[in-house]
């Protein structure tokens, strides 16, 4: 497996992992009902939920985006690799998952480097038989390593969708723009970039209430403008997809947003509101609660 994600020690995963401090992808990991998070990342979603109560959908529309993006890029413009920075932890349905069903020979691989995910990497390298996955361990802001060892199973001569999902506002604009271009100067001709980005656009009290309670703990946290996240594109020559870059939940909308099974009333009173969150419906939807821009574009 590249970047030998795979063979590493348990015991020197163990203490990789830092159970003192919140985590971006373990918080996020909270607000998708995840079980794979600590109690200090479960504060920091609280806390965040507190800032912002229907903060929730910001998370889970920001999913709903990749879902939409992955099934429209494999169905309709017939992109069968994908390499995806920022995975995250496992959830349903990642993106080999969404790909592999409509086209079984997608490859896909993934890029983190929290040792919690990369613990839990044998769940995203279940791939379909036709198909690939692989797991780098690897950080965002040393492009060079990423690209390399993703070449092992992704063909660079043939087009790749890069999937940069909710990743770059942890990243100051000095180190954010230059990767962006970095990755995607070497990517070849009909390659796609799907990229989503918190804002303060759109909602900015419930946003900056947010921010505040992550910036608290130690986060890297840059809220940009709409033009500041078509800049992504526009430094890197890339031509936006219709319909640019748009709220979450008005790129592409196909009413296929999966919806949670309810439980019944009781047990739900029982739950604390951070564990409330995998059980709402996120078809409620209001411009009033999204703050993340998504857009794809496409290298010419």
């Known amino acids: 497996m590249s970047g030998d994600a795979l ?15 919140a985590h971006p992808a373990r918080v996020y990991d909270v607000f998708l009902g995840g079980k794979d998070n600590y109690p200090v990342d479960r504060a920091a979603a609280a806390a965040a939920l507190a800032a912002n109560p229907r903060g929730y959908l910001d998370v889970r529309h920001n999913r709903d985006f990749l879902r939409r993006a992955v099934t429209t890029l494999a169905r309709e413009d017939g992109i069968h690799q994908f390499l995806d920075i920022g995975t995250g932890l496992p959830t349903a349905d990642n993106v080999h998952q969404i790909a592999q069903r409509i086209a079984p020979d997608t490859r896909v691989v993934y890029v983190d480097n929290d040792p919690v995910v990369l613990a839990h990497a044998r769940a995203l390298l279940t791939s379909g038989p036709e198909g690939r996955t692989d797991y780098l361990d690897a950080d965002f802001k040393n492009p060079a390593q990423i690209l390399e060892q993703a070449a092992k199973t992704l063909d660079f001569d043939r087009p790749v969708a890069l999937c940069l999902v909710a990743i770059l506002h942890f990243v100051e604009d000095e180190e954010a723009y230059p990767i962006v271009r970095d990755l995607v100067e070497v990517l070849p001709a009909g390659s796609r970039i799907v990229l989503s980005h918190l804002t303060e656009d759109l909602n900015a009290e419930n946003v900056r209430a947010v921010q505040r309670t992550y910036t608290e703990r130690g986060f890297t946290f840059v809220l940009r403008s709409k033009a500041e996240v078509e800049r992504f594109f526009t430094d890197s020559g ?53 703050n993340v821009y998504a857009a794809v574009g496409k290298k010419a």
């Open 7 to 21: 063979s590493q020690d348990p015991a020197e995963l163990s203490r990789r992992i830092d159970t003192t401090r």
């Open 238 to 290: 890339l031509e936006l997809a219709a319909p640019g870059v748009v709220p979450a939940h008005h790129w592409r909308p196909d009413g296929a947003a999966p919806v949670p099974e309810q439980p019944e009333a009781a047990y739900l009173a029982t739950l604390d509101d951070i564990e409330k969150v995998r059980h709402r419906d996120i078809n409620d939807v209001t411009d009033a609660d999204i």
